[in-house]
């Protein structure tokens, strides 16, 4: 899974403030979908261990809500499965921040 970018404390993705990833790849092409760059799964960097604990980081802060996961397709079949790793992990680590998928 390639990722485009991590962004924090966001107030536009979801309830509250949160971290947001930004992944790459989609194969839907939605007419006039506002992120049309994101759709390749070619963009972006290799979603790592690096990464991993930048969203932890803000994860484990008072301020932070929860986690969002936008792009492209989170749930394309490139990011499908470490999407739903990273979920669950998520979960089990941080049980009362909230995960949205877009």
């Known amino acids: ?4 970018q991590i962004t924090h ?3 536009l993705n979801g309830n ?3 971290v947001v990833l930004w992944v790459a790849g989609c194969s839907h092409h939605c007419k006039g979908w ?7 799964p070619k963009l972006g960097i290799k979603f790592n261990s690096k990464a991993k604990e ?3 980081k803000d994860l484990k802060e ?3 809500a929860g986690i969002t996961f936008s792009g492209g397709d989170p749930l394309f079949i490139d990011n499908r499965t ?3 790793s990273l979920a669950k992990e998520i979960k089990e680590k ?3 921040k909230n995960i949205w998928c877009y």
């Open 1 to 4: 899974m390639n990722f485009l």
């Open 9 to 11: 404390c966001d107030q």
């Open 16 to 18: 509250g403030n949160r």
């Open 34 to 40: 506002q992120n049309a760059y994101s759709q390749d």
């Open 54 to 56: 930048e969203i932890f």
């Open 62 to 64: 008072d301020w932070c």
């Open 82 to 84: 470490e999407i739903i």
């Open 94 to 96: 941080f049980p009362t």
